[in-house]
């Protein structure tokens, strides 16, 4: 399982011009699933978005998980995250198929709302406009 997570004062997913999810302050994931990746990975992979100390504490360092700073998470799945670029046109051979991701992808999702956080989303498998204002720019590659 792989996740680009970053900081954002907000983002946004639009489906055919139809905002689906958004949020103000917190984490964009874009999430992708790997084809031998388990419900195990789904619950690590949770853990760790929900545990990062990527937010500034008084001092101005990255000391404060995203619950203690009133972040909400936005999760957008990704299968090109396993892009192999070997060649010029990428192969997604080691993607998860829609029927394994899914579940997988609706885990993270689950997960994060058992500790407690919003969590707003886009739609697997749909062609989706993404927009964020990074802050800082923070952005951490999460791969398991």
């Known amino acids: 399982m792989?996740?680009?997570v970053t900081r954002v004062k907000s983002a946004s997913v639009l489906i055919e011009g139809n905002t689906v999810g958004k949020i103000d302050k917190g984490l964009l994931v874009l999430l992708g699933v790997h084809k031998e990746d388990t419900p195990e990975k789904a619950k690590w992979m949770a853990d760790r978005i929900c545990g990062l100390r990527i937010f500034d504490d008084d001092a101005g360092k990255m000391n404060i998980n995203p619950k203690d700073a009133g972040a909400k998470i936005l999760i957008v799945s990704q299968f090109t995250l396993y892009a192999d670029v070997s060649s010029r046109r990428p192969d997604f051979f080691h993607a998860?198929?829609?029927?394994?991701?899914i579940p997988l992808y609706e885990l993270v999702i689950e997960e994060c709302r058992k500790r407690g956080f919003v969590v707003e989303t886009g739609e697997f498998g749909a062609i989706m406009m993404v927009e964020s204002v990074?802050?800082?720019?923070?952005?951490?590659?999460?791969?398991?």
């Open 2 to 4: 792989r996740a680009v």
């Open 96 to 101: 998860a198929r829609p029927e394994a991701a």
């Open 134 to 144: 990074n802050d800082g720019p923070v952005t951490i590659l999460i791969d398991r």
